[in-house]
């Protein structure tokens, strides 16, 4: 300000005093005028000075990193905690591709991210990671906008460092493990304590000791369900809770529920009203959590609804299945509304106690409903009844399929690698249906999900799971498309092997890789699917050799094979005719006796292990003698397996099937 | 082997002390182990009809004890319940390839489950 003043004195007063002894008007005006210009000038080339310092300031003392970066993808500028975040200075930034910011192989992953998102929704706020000089990878939650400096476009991207987040997140979860279990057993063995003695079968008990007894099971139940809920809401607010998505149909699962608490609402003379559309309705959603929300919903509405009537509403929209429970009952107050779906509020309840419920019920319905990526709302007039309502996806087989596959190929872009893309298909015959969640028990979709997991600790593949099939991804190309194949049928049918008891299980598979079979998620999946084969069709091509010295087991055996659907079926009546048969025309199984005259089962197999070419045919040994393994030990380490005479026919099927 | 002795294995005495309460008022005998190596030595001792195996012991591992139950000659016939407290499928599906099993109970377990565990497996051997 003092410069602008010095020059006003300076100009001014004597360029006044010089155009005031010539006394014209005018002059002066423009002198003052002039002046003024100059100081208004310099007055604001000293405002965007100060700007521009305390901009700099911000930017340069701000604790995230900030990042610009050109339209050419080059760094233009970046503050100080930028260079600690990188460990590197700024000259050694400002001007390289922003590529040298990411992990390599993620970069152009990360980068094409960021213009996608910008491109879409105007802004971008995600969790990647950066890579320090020291080739250290640090998780970071980034921002980034398009802005203009001057007349340059640049984005501009905002850094945070997560790594501490992690660790808290990490040991959060560390703990709700362990607390969960903590507190679950001794619950569990004061709960049971006091059921056994109200049994009797601690000993004869009073009449008081019951009474007492009694209400303090009541209290341990309240205090597990407490638990239970307040494990809940953590997992379900830190974005944890672990949800098993398939398939389900709502109009059953509705049903159902209508059903279960039909007895309750004859308990309170209430209408149990439903309202469902015709036919079935899917949704993806994870069943016992849909189940916990109307729980929870239902429980609500009985609870405040002294007469009348509760509804059970659900229709389609376009991507969503919207639902909702209503009832007659005394309805909320406006001011409570917002507060509904807070933890632990219970709202106008004066007999809190009473009904033993734990306040959490609402916030974990909320919590279930948004990890499902639905919203829950309510609406309420006091007197008139309140309706809960909420929306949850539909299922679409093809939009799940196709979104795995397709990031699946996007990040096998990135890595520059091939990518082979497996559909197995389930289906379950003679499956008994079963009522307890034992993981063995007789449900087509847990049996996927341990195939999954069986298929998923391979380490080879990744997977995703569909209502009746697995699609296993594993970054090979075609040529070893084939031989991964292979691998998963045997897989598979290990594990039909061991379940075959329960139920038979057939299953398809068909595969296609990227990029020769397609460019996109959809163009695999629709490869795939041609490709095809049922494991039962394709073994019933097979080659089978029957060898065994008593002619009439042969026939025995070939006719039954037959009745099974294989059709190629060929015979020897001793060793030495079977190695020439196998010379002939090299069978996929063989099914094999030991003791036979001129060549024993034992020589048979050494002669096979020994040739490469025969090396690997799958043998049966069917033998009324104990097989004695040292005998062909030398040959071959793996286990050949027998089975006895006479032949259990199922137990045969089962070998055949897996072996082929 | 008699008819109905039941071996339950877990470290925890409490709950071993409850689940034979249970059990003995439905008429099995029970024998307690609180250990992954007493359990095994009991096994081969009393030649129980079933064993009901606890997977969450920090001293043996439960996979590791049904492995050795499987592998001996005294102990290898005997029904196992395996009982765990996590509910995950991993460890599951691990016991499943290692020693199979045949039935399955989690904790906290339900006395009438654990009735109808016990009585199917006996039932089925």
Same mark, same amino acid.
């Not at chain 1, 509904?340 to 033993?356: I, M, S, T």
């Not at chain 1, 003791?595 to 060549?599: D, G, H, V």
């Given at each position: 300000m003092t410069k602008v003043i010095r020059l006003f004195f300076f100009i001014f007063l004597p360029a006044a005093a010089v155009y005031y002894l010539r006394s014209s008007v005018t002059d002066v005006i423009l002198v003052i005028g002039g002046t003024l210009l100059v100081f208004l000038i310099n007055a604001a080339k000293e405002e965007i000075k100060a700007n521009e310092n305390r901009l700099k300031l911000i930017f340069e003392n701000a604790k995230d990193a900030i990042f610009w970066v050109g339209s050419d993808g080059t760094i233009i500028n970046c503050n100080r905690s930028a260079t600690l975040l990188l460990k590197r200075t700024k000259p050694e930034l400002?001007?390289?591709?922003?590529?040298?910011?990411?992990?390599p192989a993620k970069a152009q992953h990360y980068i094409d991210l960021i213009d996608e998102q910008l491109n879409a929704n105007g802004a971008f706020d995600n969790d990647i990671e950066i890579i320090s000089t020291t080739g250290e990878i640090v998780p970071i939650q980034m921002t980034a906008s398009r802005t203009k400096i001057g007349n340059k476009n640049i984005t501009q991207s905002i850094a945070r460092d997560i790594s501490e987040r992690r660790h808290l997140e990490a040991l959060k979860d560390e703990f709700l493990g362990t607390v969960s279990h903590e507190l679950r057993t001794p619950l569990t063995t004061v709960k049971e304590t006091i059921a056994q003695t109200l049994d009797g079968i601690l000993g004869p008990t009073t009449e008081q000791q019951r009474e007492f007894l009694t209400l303090c099971l009541e209290d341990i139940e309240r205090l597990v369900r407490i638990i239970n809920g307040l494990l809940d809401i953590s997992k379900i607010e830190a974005g944890k809770i672990k949800m098993t998505k398939e398939p389900v149909d709502m109009v059953a699962l509705t049903s159902k529920l209508a059903y279960l608490f039909s007895s309750r609402a004859k308990e309170t003379n209430l209408r149990l009203i439903t309202e469902l559309p015709q036919g079935s309705l899917e949704a993806y959603v994870d069943q016992d959590r849909v189940i916990q929300i109307f729980t929870n919903l239902l429980g609500n509405a009985f609870k405040f609804t002294e007469k009348g009537s509760i509804t059970i509403h659900m229709e389609e929209r376009a991507r969503w299945i919207e639902c909702s429970v209503a009832d007659t009952g005394k309805g909320i107050n406006p001011e409570d509304l917002p507060k509904? *779906?807070?933890?632990?509020?219970?709202? /106008?309840?004066?007999? *809190?106690?009473?009904?033993?419920?734990? /306040?959490?019920g609402l916030s974990i319905a909320k919590g279930l409903v948004e990890n499902h990526g639905g919203k829950i709302w309510v609406e309420s007039k006091p007197g008139e009844g309140t309706k809960f309502s909420f929306i949850l996806p539909r299922y679409e087989r093809d939009v799940i399929a196709i979104s795995a596959i397709s990031e699946a190929i996007s990040m096998a872009n990135v890595m520059h690698q091939p990518l082979s893309v497996f559909v197995i298909k389930l289906k379950g015959l003679n499956m008994h249906s079963s009522?307890?969640?034992?993981?063995?028990?007789?449900?087509l979709h847990e049996i996927l999900l341990e195939i999954e997991n069986m298929i998923r600790a391979n380490g080879k593949f990744s997977t995703t799971i569909g209502k009746e099939e697995i699609i296993a991804i594993a970054p090979v190309g075609k040529s070893e498309a084939a031989g991964m194949q292979t691998q998963l049928r045997r897989m598979i049918k290990g594990f039909i092997f061991e379940a075959s008891q329960e139920a038979q299980i057939s299953f398809s598979y068909g595969h296609a890789s990227f990029p020769q079979d397609g460019a996109s998620g959809r163009d695999i999946l629709k490869k795939a699917d041609e490709n095809t084969a049922e494991e039962a069709q394709v073994q019933k091509q097979q080659n089978i050799l029957v060898v065994d010295d008593e002619p009439t087991l042969v026939e025995g055996l070939r006719h039954w094979l037959n009745r099974g659907g294989y059709k190629n079926i060929a015979t020897a009546t001793d060793g030495q005719e079977a190695l020439e048969k196998i010379d002939q025309s090299v069978p996929d199984l063989i099914l094999l006796d030991m003791?036979?005259?001129?060549?024993s089962g034992y020589e048979v197999i050494g002669r096979l292990k020994q040739n490469a070419k025969t090396q690997s045919i799958p043998i049966l040994i069917i033998s009324a003698y104990e097989v004695e393994t040292e005998k062909f030990r030398q040959y071959t380490t793996n286990a050949i397996p027998s089975i006895s005479k006479p032949v259990n026919m199922e137990l045969l099927q089962k070998w055949v099937e897996y072996l082929l | 082997m008699a008819k109905n002795k039941l071996l339950v294995i877990d470290d925890n005495a409490f709950i071993g002390k409850l689940m034979a309460s249970r059990l003995t008022a439905n008429g099995y005998d029970v024998i307690i182990a609180t250990s992954g190596a007493e359990g095994l030595i009991k096994a081969e001792q009393e030649?129980?009809?079933?064993i009901l195996l606890?997977?969450?012991?920090?001293?043996?591992?439960g996979v590791e004890v049904g492995m050795k139950l499987r592998s001996h000659e005294a102990t290898k016939n005997i029904p196992i319940i395996m009982v765990t407290a996590?509910?995950?499928h991993a460890i599951v599906v691990k016991a499943m390839e290692s020693f199979n099993p045949e039935a399955y109970l989690t904790k906290p377990f339900n006395p009438e489950k654990l009735l109808e565990e016990v009585k199917r497996v006996l039932k089925n051997d």
């Open positions: 400002v001007g390289q591709p922003q590529t040298i910011l990411y992990p509904l *779906f807070n933890r632990f509020e219970q709202v /106008g309840r004066a007999q *809190f106690h009473k009904d033993g419920g734990t /306040g959490l009522k307890d969640e034992r993981p063995n028990s007789h449900n003791r036979m005259p001129r060549m | 030649k129980p009809s079933a606890d997977f969450t012991m920090p001293d043996m591992d996590r509910n995950e």
